[in-house]
């Protein structure tokens, strides 16, 4: 899924849509991991690039390794969500979500804070199953063959 979204999310530069219209960007910045092999010959690359040079990833996938972890960017709007992923059970870690506005004005609830930003968890959450569903939706249907050469082009293009 790891290796399909971050295909997807280059090829789309980022942009997803909810079933509502409402538009996001998702992209794999910084750090990721591609991991290929099998027992003891289990072959591991790993980037944790500022420039976001992932050069030596996109080779692992070249020799048929998979992502295996990486760091999400989710965006709408003005808000943005960064989060760690592992693609063996989907643990999230290190999740940042939108500033939550701290200061106390006379009259507020004093859930409001801890409400929005479970709200802003919840948003994430949703996001990350939206483009998922859209994973599993391609995957199982007669278009997996097509996204399936789509996505060799796109490393074929890479190596240029």
Known sequence: FLTWLWYKSEIQDGMFELENGERFMLYMEQRMSVQGG????????TVNSASGDMTEVLYGLRTGKKVTRCQLKMEIDENLWQVQLKAEDFTMSGLKTPKVEMKDE????????????????EKCISLFDHVFKEFITVRISDQWKDEVSRFQSWLREGEK
């Open 38 to 45: 099998d027992g003891e010959n289990v072959d591991t690359a």
């Open 106 to 121: 006379e009259g507020d609830d004093p859930d409001a804070k801890f409400l929005e930003k479970i709200y802003l968890i």
